[in-house]
């Protein structure tokens, strides 16, 4: 099996999938999406890749398989798996279709929940709390903008047995993709599963690491992993390191149906270009599970990006943004808006811009120091007006042993004030036990013609 890269629309050479063809895959694909970007692109509907970038990697991967005559399979479309992340993803493999003259037989997996199914599923107690999360609850699915679920491998064996040649999923678990064509040819669910992992990212089991081709042989009993790039090598410590990502477990992978130990895998070097890995084994789950994903809108955002050199602000920026932090609230409620009706963070790079309060520094090393004001109102307006105040607020205040009697901060952008538009938060993190693996993932089949 030949996956293309990370994520659909992050690129790869044009030269490393020539070489992969030659080794004739039965299967080629790609991961289109993630959890990673944060709660912003499945609440949108929008993508975090380009669709020109998309586009690019799409239009050589369907030239690629339909000459081939091998399937073509994207998990996670679009970036989240929504039902408009999967309908754009459709739109662009029917307008590339139509450019090149190709003709094959498409699979449109769905994976946005309907509400009302939810309700139910919780009624019958058959969803459950992931990590720290509460229960669900009816209202929590109600104020949810978009819920999906992560499929597993059984719908796209499925479309593969209906005869799609190009099939297109909403949410999927990163390796179910890859695990249904292998176990569909008889491979068991171990070696399955793993190669599915070492696929789901492209080129991350090699070194140099960078968006790029790998090509998975799959056995009984073991996989071999390679890449068809000459610049990369699989070495064992990279494969072995890469199974360790993404999992609150090093060893340990739930996913829809069962549990991959990789507690007893063995990793060899088969040449200096590939690995052999073996040892690996599959645990059928008591009760079939799908992980849910939803969020929900709490506001809208506005920043605004400044920083300082002035080394006598830097020696008590503390008490300085505690005090701009009471400005701007004054402020506001002068003009009508409550703090209630808003938040304020403001994050100092250069000190603790990036752990915060997880990692503290009392003593501020840097000769500058950048901040990003964020706002999160109810309204937009709200969040324009009170960013503008911070912004003005960080710009003029004083401060004692003020040297500079006008602007304290340097603005890198003009307008300094940016409008992001509506924020979302995860709001779903559960499993839900449907009564097959095919309930929640409804498969719609149409022919492309070019």
Not at 44 to 70: E, H, N, P, Y
Not at 357 to 363: D, G, I, L
Request: net charge negative.
């Amino acid at each position: 099996m030949l996956s293309t890269s990370g994520i659909l629309g992050y690129g790869f050479a044009e030269e490393s999938l020539k070489i992969g063809m030659t080794w004739e895959p039965h299967v080629i694909g790609c991961d289109g999406g993630s959890t990673d970007p944060g709660p912003y692109y499945l609440g949108s509907g929008k993508s975090f890749t380009s669709r020109l970038s998309v586009k690019r990697d799409l239009r050589l991967m369907l030239l690629a398989a339909v000459a081939a005559r091998i399937p073509c399979i994207i998990g996670t479309s679009g970036g989240a798996g929504g039902e408009p992340h999967l309908q754009d993803t459709a739109a662009l493999v029917r307008e590339i279709a139509r450019e090149e003259g190709l003709s094959f037989k498409m699979a449109l997996i769905h994976s946005e929940q309907p509400k009302d199914w939810l309700f139910d599923r919780i009624a019958e107690e058959k969803v459950r709390p992931l990590g720290k999360m509460k229960p669900l609850d009816q209202a929590t699915v109600e104020r949810a903008e978009r819920i999906v679920g992560m499929m597993g491998p059984e719908p796209f064996a499925r479309a593969l047995d209906e005869g799609a040649q190009v099939i297109l999923a909403g949410r999927s678990s990163d390796p179910a993709q890859w695990a249904a064509p292998a176990m569909r040819a008889g491979i068991p669910p171990a070696p399955a599963w793993y190669a599915g992992k070492m696929l789901e990212c492209g080129a991350e089991p090699t070194v140099p690491k960078e968006p790029d081709n790998i090509f998975l042989r799959v056995r009984d009993d073991h996989l071999i992993c390679e890449p068809p790039n000459p610049i990369r090598r699989s070495t064992p410590l990279a494969v072995a390191n890469f199974a360790l990502h993404e999992n609150a477990s090093p060893i340990h992978h739930t996913e829809p149906g069962g549990l991959l130990d990789t507690s007893a895998c063995t990793f060899e070097a088969v040449s200096d270009r590939a690995v052999r890995v073996g040892g690996m084994t599959w645990t059928p789950a008591p009760t079939y599970t799908v992980k849910l994903e939803g969020v929900e809108r709490v506001g809208y955002r506005a920043i605004t990006i400044c920083g300082t050199r002035d080394p006598v602000l830097i020696g008590q920026i503390d008490s300085y943004l505690a005090t701009h932090r009471d400005k701007v609230a004054a402020k506001a409620a002068a003009f009508g808006v409550p703090p209630s009706d808003y938040t304020m963070v403001v994050r100092t790079y250069g000190k603790d811009g990036v752990m915060a309060a997880w990692e503290p520094q009392t003593a501020i090393t840097s000769h500058e120091l950048g901040f990003v004001v964020e706002i999160v109102g109810k309204t937009q307006d709200i969040a324009n007006a009170v960013v503008a105040m911070a912004r003005t607020s960080m710009l003029h205040a004083d401060f004692p042993g003020r040297l500079c009697k006008e602007g304290n901060m340097a603005f890198p952008f003009s307008p300094s004030d940016i409008e992001l538009g509506p924020m979302y938060r995860f709001s779903v993190f559960h499993v839900v036990a449907p009564n097959d693996p095919y309930e929640m993932f409804p498969i719609e089949y149409e022919t492309v013609r070019g």
